[in-house]
C-alpha cells in the first residue's frame, strides 16, 4: 500500500505565492517520477509539473517562469513553489508519484487526493 498526501493549498490574492508539498510513504522501493496536475470543475486534468529521478523537469507553458518543481528524494517528497499566482490558477491540485515495489518491477502510479488553491482578484 503506497499513501500520497498532499498540503500547502489554501486562498491567496493574486501576485501572492504558495508551496505545495507532496509526501510518499508505504511500499516503496524507488520512486521514478513526481507530478502535479490540476484540474478546474467541468475540466479534464492537466499537467502541471513533473520531475523525474535524474532530475529533470517539465512544465506546461501556462506555469513556466511561475512554478517550480523540487524534490527531497531521502524523504520521497515532492514540492510545488507557485509564485506570481493568478486566478486561472485557482484548481485542485494532485499529486501524482509513479513508483516501484522491487528493483525492476513494473511501474506502478498512485495519486493524492487533492488539494484546493484558490486566488483571488
Known amino acids: 500500500q503506497v499513501n500520497v498526501v498532499e498540503s500547502g493549498g489554501g486562498l491567496v490574492q493574486a501576485g501572492g505565492s504558495l508551496r505545495l508539498s507532496c509526501a510518499a510513504s508505504?511500499?516503496?522501493?524507488?520512486?521514478?517520477?513526481m507530478g502535479w496536475y490540476r484540474q478546474a470543475p467541468g475540466k479534464q486534468r492537466e499537467l502541471v509539473a513533473r520531475i523525474i529521478s535524474g532530475g529533470s523537469t517539465i512544465y506546461a507553458d501556462s506555469v513556466k517562469g511561475r512554478f517550480t518543481i523540487s524534490r527531497d528524494t531521502s524523504e520521497k517528497t515532492a514540492y510545488l513553489q507557485m509564485n506570481s499566482l493568478k486566478p486561472e490558477d485557482t484548481c485542485v491540485y494532485f499529486c501524482?508519484?509513479?513508483?516501484?515495489?522491487?528493483?525492476?518491477?513494473?511501474?506502478?502510479?498512485?495519486w493524492g487526493q487533492g488539494t484546493q488553491v484558490t486566488v483571488s482578484s
Open positions: 501524482r508519484v509513479d513508483i516501484r515495489t522491487s528493483v525492476a518491477g513494473p511501474l506502478y502510479n498512485y
Open positions: 508505504g511500499r516503496i522501493f524507488s520512486i521514478d517520477a
